[in-house]
């Protein structure tokens, strides 16, 4: 299920990012422009800042956050967990399709409450 993996840029002193699968394989088909500005907010969060383009993700509890970029007509966003394990864990990696205005599905909130709780079991053991 996890993908432990360092962002090109990122310092040694920099916790290390753990990635969900299948959240990486998706993360990597977005447009390069996109996978920058994400990678840059995530560096800052794992180097314990929280970027400009990153919020908490309502109803999963503190240390849950969003990232969310739009580039041209699409919204692009991206989940991670800040205290698991040591690490930075990005659970889900999705472009928001606005059938919903600026709402997250619930689908899209269904999985990542599932790969939260997936991610903090496997983590126990």
Do not use: C
Not at 2 to 8: A, F, G, L, Q
Not at 65 to 83: N, P, Q
Not at 99 to 119: F, H, M, S, V, Y
């Amino acid at each position: 299920m996890v993908k432990i993996d360092n962002i090109p840029g990122m310092n040694q002193d920099t916790r290390p990012v753990g990635w969900v699968r299948a959240a990486r394989k998706t993360f990597q088909s977005f447009p390069a422009a996109v996978r920058d500005r994400v990678a840059a907010a995530l560096t800052i969060a794992a180097e314990g800042g929280k970027a400009d383009i990153a919020k908490p993700l309502k109803g999963f509890g503190p240390g849950v956050l969003e990232i969310a970029v739009r580039y041209r007509t699409d919204a692009w966003r991206v989940v991670y967990v800040t205290e698991a394990a040591g690490r930075l864990w990005v659970l889900h990696a999705f472009r928001k399709k606005s059938k919903t205005g600026i709402k997250t599905p619930k689908a899209e909130l269904d999985l990542i409450g599932a790969r939260l709780a997936r991610l903090k079991r496997e983590l126990k053991q």
